[in-house]
């Protein structure tokens, strides 16, 4: 097992890796919608921050050789589903391979964000 670190993504608020190797897979934490430089949380709707938790994302992935074309699965929290039809179009955008996915509706997210992503990606 190789614990993963960036930072060119936010360094994880709690005691857990921004993301974990084992053999052939990246299994990342859930990222949340914080600017690495400030830790502050990007301003703006689900939109600006759906891109910042991908940005985030896509950091954590390529430190541990792997990348979004490579994403097996994610799982999506929502703090309001009403977002989805907005939070779907800029994740579209970044995940063309489709891979699985699961989007749930949660009461509260760290920082009261409006979204967090985790994913599972081979390396």
Known sequence: ????QTDKAPAAIGPYSQAVCSGGVVFTSGQIP???ETGAV???AVREQTL???HNLKAVLEEAGS???RVIKTT???ANMDDFAAF???YAEHFAGKPARSTV???QLPRNVLVEIEAIAER
């Open 105 to 107: 509706a949660v009461k």
């Open 34 to 36: 914080l600017v690495p």
């Open 88 to 90: 779907n179009e800029v």
């Open 76 to 78: 999506c929290f929502l």
């Open 1 to 4: 097992m190789t614990i993963i």
């Open 42 to 44: 990007v301003e703006g």
């Open 67 to 69: 990348g979004l074309s």
């Open 52 to 54: 910042q938790v991908i």
